[in-house]
């Protein structure tokens, strides 16, 4: 089955506790990206990549790191999180420059004490 | 400083009635746009486009529409079904930008009623 995985799904840390979201996706897609969710403000995105180790920043960077060292996979990586990061997250992928429609994975709801 | 607005947070229409659901924009250059579909607890799913070279879009019971003189567009759901009750987030991107960059609206939570 096609489909972009999110791993974990919900998670609470504490400020300052680096942390992981994982995704992968399984159907060749060269482009992933990250968005994040947040109330009265729809979907933000974070960071993007367009192939394996070409990433390249979204609207919303700032406290976020990202890698694509494998085609399928697009970690999301907080390295001292904060509060103001508390929100829903998604990944997705696309072909043919994103022109076509991104599939999304079903989010990581994550709480930053 | 929101440059795809989607202005009502709600809507609720009868079933077997006509949805309409609107969005604006403010960025000229945009000239893809797409409506994604939302259900509680999952990602969202890609429900519908249009190219800025058309005015029209037609798939099944969804039609999109665009007026770029007016920076515009619409989806319309005929007939409205209960399974149409969802977030429904409209989306645009320049093609300079190599639509790898969708800006997303807020969204509008669509109720249907049986």
């Known amino acids: 089955e096609a489909q972009v995985t999110q791993n974990p799904r919900y998670l609470i840390t504490v400020t300052g506790k680096k942390l992981t979201v994982t995704c992968s996706q399984n159907m060749n897609h060269e482009y992933m990206s990250w968005y994040r969710q947040d109330p009265g403000l729809g979907l933000r995105q974070i960071y993007y990549?367009?192939?394996?180790?070409?990433?390249d920043k979204g609207d919303v960077p700032e406290g976020y790191k990202v890698s694509r060292k494998e085609k399928r996979n697009f970690p999301l990586i907080l390295e001292s999180p904060s509060p103001n990061q508390t929100s829903l997250y998604f990944c997705a992928s696309s072909n043919d420059r994103g022109r076509n429609e991104q599939f999304f994975g079903p989010g990581t709801r994550l709480t930053v004490l | 400083d929101q440059q795809v607005k989607q202005n009502s947070p709600s809507l609720s229409v009868q079933e077997g009635r006509i949805s309409i659901l609107n969005c604006d924009y403010t960025?000229?250059?945009?000239?893809?746009f797409l409506w994604y579909k939302k259900y509680p607890a999952e990602g969202p799913t890609f429900l519908i486009s249009i190219s800025s070279i058309k005015d029209k879009n037609e798939d099944g019971r969804f039609t999109v529409f665009l007026n770029k003189s007016a920076k515009h567009l619409s989806l319309h759901i005929v007939p409205s079904q209960p399974g149409d009750s969802a977030v429904y987030f409209c989306a645009a991107s320049e093609t300079n930008f190599g639509n790898e960059k969708l800006t997303f609206g807020t969204g509008t939570r669509l109720t249907i009623i049986p």
């Open positions: 960025n000229s250059m945009f000239d893809y």
């Open positions: 990549s367009m192939n394996v180790e070409v990433t």
